[in-house]
């Protein structure tokens, strides 16, 4: 046996690679905990630390928050752990051909939800509201023009924070993650698709590994659900299309009711004032000609134009 095969086999112990933020490790102990039951697999979590933790730049400046992505998928490529759990919705929609998103387990709350001491409707005008999403941002302007958006980062219990120490009347968090955190008992308003479209991807996980490594791959096969895949795969697929980045204030929601996935996408301008939104349904099967149908359509109405107002 040479140092540098990976076979889980021969070594016994996955290392499942995670970044040491609270949500991060959460994550990745359910996934763990899982492959555990369903397997039998013995699990080690391995804590790396990313240049995007480190760094106090705003994402849109070291690249968006494919820097956390890479930094995991370095150290699967250099053999270091076997696998690596990621928020789906920071997955970029290139692929890397180095590694295999092997798993989508089921998906969690998509929505977006608000902490704060009220509904959105009943803040008062000029709140200070929290969020560094400018897809966020636009479709809360939408909703309520009068309040003022202040971007904001750093992990949830910092977002938060500036709501206990009186600084921002409210901030938007997902409330997937909230729940993963325990914190979801803070919410004080959950955003209906209709009213605040989804990241695509929220809520979701992404279990990658190698590409090649093929016994692992059929372990963690166990962690997939076909059905948040198929819904997933519709969003992310408008996002590609779109040509658009994490950071573009694109919402895409895919929801399935049986064989049908009704996929709904919209590109809202930075102030709220226009979007272009769009609706299909079609068979799950289909779910990456669903997306690529809607983006093409949104496009055709100026969904491109409105994306590239914000880069001017
Ligand atoms: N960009 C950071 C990020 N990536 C995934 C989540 C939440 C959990 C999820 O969507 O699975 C968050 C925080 C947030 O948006 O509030």
Not at 101 to 119: H, T
Not at 120 to 134: E, H, I, K, N
């Amino acid at each position: 046996m040479t140092v540098t095969q990976h076979t889980y086999a021969r070594r016994g112990v996955l290392r499942l690679g995670t970044r040491r933020s609270l949500m991060a490790t959460t994550q990745s102990q359910m996934v763990a905990d899982r492959l555990t039951t369903l397997t039998g697999a013995t699990v080690e979590l391995v804590g790396i630390t990313t240049f995007g933790d480190v760094t106090k730049a705003q994402l849109s400046q070291i690249g968006g928050t494919g820097v956390f992505v890479s930094a995991l998928r370095d150290k699967l490529i250099d053999g270091e752990i076997d696998f690596a759990v990621h928020s789906l919705k920071d997955l970029p929609t290139t692929p890397d051909p180095r590694v295999l998103v092997a798993a989508i387990p089921p998906r969690d709350d998509p929505r977006d939800a608000l902490v704060g001491p009220a509904k959105l409707a009943d803040l008062p005008p000029g709140a200070r509201v929290g969020t560094g999403s400018p897809r966020r941002i636009a479709q809360l302007r939408a909703l309520r023009p009068d309040l003022e958006y202040v971007p904001i980062r750093g992990n949830a219990d910092t977002r938060i924070g500036k709501v206990a120490s009186g600084e921002l009347q409210a901030v938007v968090l997902a409330a997937a993650g909230l729940g993963r955190l325990g914190r979801d008992g803070e919410i004080s308003e959950v955003f209906e698709p209709g009213d605040m479209l989804p990241a695509p991807g929220q809520g979701a996980l992404a279990v990658e590994c190698r590409a090649g490594d093929d016994d692992l791959i059929g372990l963690l096969a166990a962690l997939d659900d076909p059905r948040t895949r198929a819904a997933v795969t519709a969003e992310r697929t408008v996002l590609a299309a779109l040509e658009a980045g994490c950071s573009a204030p694109v919402g895409a929601f895919a929801a399935d009711a049986g064989h049908i996935l009704n996929l709904t996408a919209a590109v809202v301008a930075l102030d709220g004032t226009r979007s272009v939104r769009k609706s299909t349904a079609g068979d799950l099967s289909a779910a990456m000609d669903l997306g690529r149908d809607l983006a093409a359509a949104m496009i055709a109405e100026g969904a491109g134009t409105l994306m590239e107002e914000r880069t001017h």
